[in-house]
């Protein structure tokens, strides 16, 4: 759940501003408009965890709210000499095992060991993305890969801002005399609102509003992680053109499958990609056009007709149902954008998310 996102610079940067952030705003401006092909720490389409980004926090001794750079992966306990906390920029680094606690479950932050202590502390924070992906089971027969997929806000410009928690350890080593710490967080998940649930039955705790986001950041609290949670859970709404308006800020769609590669960075990582399935009748006849031969029989006209090859594809005998090929009709769902090829009169519903389709001219 919610273990890869895509982060840049336009996204910090606009989070700053909305954020009111003090003493980094002016560096995450420069950054967002610079091209240098140094700036890639700051611009990663495809972020996994045990990677590094800056996190906004509130710095409660200058009372303003900051950056400050984390690593993707919350390390609860202190390392120590015998086995030290890895760096991303040590040779034996692996994400696994040091990097695991990526999410958080908001139910639960409050009782669990690893998290009551930084809510209680007031150690909240926000992780601004351009989106995130998730993952669904490939329903084709020949390619098994999963589908990915991505989420972002329908607005290119506005960066989704994830709620999360953070803290800094000891890593277990000395570094010019000094104790080492790092600072790593975690990113907090609810359910998934209902018209993301098909892809995934939980998504990140995003935060629409810029006041409940700066809220979180100073005041954190049980009660404000309930509110939050109920902006995503349809049946503690008690408008629904108010859940639906939330739904609407939310954009998903199917993403080129060379994100199944953790290290894939390319600049179509978030570019939206149409599904395409298979012919209907590719699976009857996968090489040439299988003829066959059939022999009508004409008997009121006194008339026969001798043998000759069809077109399964073209042509279909009479009496012979069992030799009638349906021919198919293409329609998109209109959420998830899965193509169909078979009648839209044998489905009622969209066979990847499980939609109600809906009955518009074009998919008539």
């Known amino acids: 759940m919610c273990g890869r996102a895509a982060y840049s610079a336009a996204s910090c940067s606009s989070a700053a501003s909305v954020l009111r952030c003090g003493d980094s705003s002016p560096q ?54 015998q086995s030290p ?4 920029s040590d040779d034996d680094f692996t994400p696994s095992p040091h990097y695991t606690m990526f999410n958080a479950r908001s139910e639960t932050v409050d009782t669990k060991v690893s998290f009551r202590s930084l809510l209680r502390d007031g150690q909240s924070c926000i992780f601004a993305v351009d989106g995130y992906y998730e993952w669904t089971k490939s329903l084709s027969p020949i390619d098994k890969k999963k589908q990915p997929y991505f989420v972002r806000s329908s607005s290119l410009d506005t960066p989704l801002l994830l709620a999360g928690l953070w803290t800094r350890v000891k890593t277990g080593r000395r570094n ?17 609102h ?7 039955p939980r998504q990140p705790c995003i935060l629409n509003d810029g006041s409940v986001a700066r809220e979180w950041l100073q005041s954190p609290s049980k009660t404000l992680l309930e509110k939050i949670r109920s902006l995503t859970n349809e049946q503690q709404q008690q408008q629904n053109n108010i859940n639906n308006q939330i ?27 149409k599904n395409k ?24 006209s006194n008339l026969q007709q001798d043998s000759e090859e069809m077109d399964v594809s ?4 009479p009496k012979d149902e069992s030799n009638v090929l349906i021919k198919s009709h293409e329609w998109s769902c209109h959420v998830c954008t899965f193509l169909h090829t078979k009648s839209k009169s044998q489905f009622l519903a969209c066979e990847m998310c499980g939609l109600e389709r809906e009955c518009t001219k074009d998919n008539a």
Not at 261 to 266: E, M, T, V
């Open 28 to 81: 995450l401006v420069a950054a967002a408009s610079s091209t240098s092909s140094s700036d890639t720490t700051i611009n990663n389409p495809n972020m996994s965890p045990g990677t590094s980004a800056q996190i906004f926090r509130y710095n409660h001794t200058s009372k303003s709210v900051c950056s400050t750079p984390m690593i993707w992966g919350l390390l609860p306990n202190n390392g120590n000499s």
């Open 85 to 88: 906390h890895l760096l991303p």
């Open 176 to 192: 010019n005399n000094q104790e080492e710490t790092i600072s790593t967080f975690t990113i907090l998940t609810t359910e998934a």
């Open 194 to 200: 209902p018209k993301l649930a098909w892809i995934h």
């Open 247 to 273: 739904a609407n800020a939310w954009k998903c769609y199917p993403v080129t499958k060379k994100m199944n590669d953790a290290k894939y960075h390319g600049d179509d990582s978030t570019v939206e990609v």
């Open 277 to 300: 399935s298979r012919k209907l009748d590719s699976y009857f006849s996968p090489g040439k056009r299988k003829k066959i031969e059939v022999k009508e029989d004409f008997s009121k």
């Open 314 to 317: 073209e042509k279909c005998p």
